[in-house]
């Protein structure tokens, strides 16, 4: 198997590091606290009252997961938002160019390292996981279901980092431009669907200015809910409220958004979701790649 140097050189750096060893100590540790705090809670009360109440244990599950995702979405982008053109701030961009090299090896290879660096804290917080599985109610196809989730928000954050890095020279921006299209996925439909069914809520209470409350429950944000396949936010709550024990999906999206008729698209709404995000990252590293290749660059300036 032929490593991709550019992954082999980063990961060989960052697993020498005393700081990643740090991370994962301080991130465990944090989480091991809240999960025997929340066991010793339940032990005190069944102490007192001599009844077990199982949710306690959902919620340590609950927590952990959204913790790591809210660690996914967030921090990803800073690793890769810095990868390209930090390299370009070092001057060792052009060096890497010159080598045999494909431009796609190196984004895949920074892309790679940042996302070996982020499965290494998913991975080594899932025996705090799976402390559930001792009482039941959370299956090992949860858990497969959940990290497909953090692939996608992993990889989605991450090659969005890293082609704003790849098209921005300076990393603060890049930084800034890629927090900024993050809020705007996962805000930005959120507040379109909000938008049109207040819209419509309007529309319907004009026509039926007699009954509000059945315009109320009439009115939705009709094929706008489907922006929401692209937020990464909406299919964590769909996943996470299926997993804890609501598994009617339009329910939960028709609370937010209003009635909305049942398909194809309600019913898988989660897998369909993660693979349009996984499109859209594929979209991030091809313009990512586009914007490195030295190629297309020298046409740029001939044009100019």
């Known amino acids: 198997m032929k490593w991709n140097p550019v992954y ?3 990961i060989t750096v960052s697993s020498r590091s005393f700081r990643l060893a740090l991370i994962l100590v301080l991130f465990n540790s944090i989480l091991a606290l809240v999960v025997l705090l929340n066991m010793y809670s339940v032990v005190e009360r069944v102490k007192l009252t001599a009844e077990i109440q199982y949710s306690s244990f ?3 599950y609950v927590f952990v997961a959204v913790v790591e995702f809210v660690m996914l979405m967030f921090i990803m982008p800073a690793l890769t938002a810095a990868s390209i053109s930090g ?16 431009p796609r090896d190196i984004i895949l290879g920074k892309l790679m390292s940042s996302f070996g660096t982020m499965s290494l804290m998913v991975i080594s917080s899932f025996p705090l996981l799976s402390v559930s599985f001792v009482y039941g109610g ?10 497909l989730c953090y692939l996608s928000v992993a990889l989605l954050c ?15 921006i890049a ?3 890629s927090y900024a299209v993050l809020v705007l996925i996962a805000a930005g439909t959120y507040a379109i669907n909000v938008f049109a069914l ?11 200015a007699s009954s509000v409350s059945g315009a109320a429950d009439q009115a939705s944000s009709g094929g706008f809910l489907y922006l929401l396949l692209l937020n990464p936010v909406a299919t964590f709550y769909v996943m996470i409220n299926s ?3 609501d598994n009617q999906v339009i329910k939960s999206l028709n609370n937010w958004f209003g009635p909305h008729p049942s398909n194809v698209i309600m019913e898988n709404w989660v897998v369909l979701s993660i693979v349009i995000q996984l499109l859209l990252a594929a979209v991030f590293l091809a313009v990512a790649v586009k914007a490195v290749n030295p190629i297309r660059r020298t046409r740029i300036r001939k044009t100019k």
Do not use: P, W
């Not at 959370?138 to 990290?147: C, E, G, K, N, S």
């Open 8 to 10: 082999k050189r980063e």
């Open 58 to 60: 959902i919620n340590i």
């Open 87 to 102: 390299e370009r701030e070092r001057q060792t961009l052009d060096i890497l160019l010159t080598t045999t090299l494909h």
């Open 138 to 147: 959370v299956m090992a196809y949860d858990i497969f279901i959940l990290f």
């Open 158 to 172: 991450g090659s969005m980092g890293i082609c704003f890095s790849s098209i921005f020279k300076r990393s603060t």
């Open 175 to 177: 930084t800034v431009v």
């Open 198 to 208: 207040s819209l419509t809520r309007m529309n319907v209470s004009n026509a039926y």
């Open 243 to 245: 997993q804890t024990g």
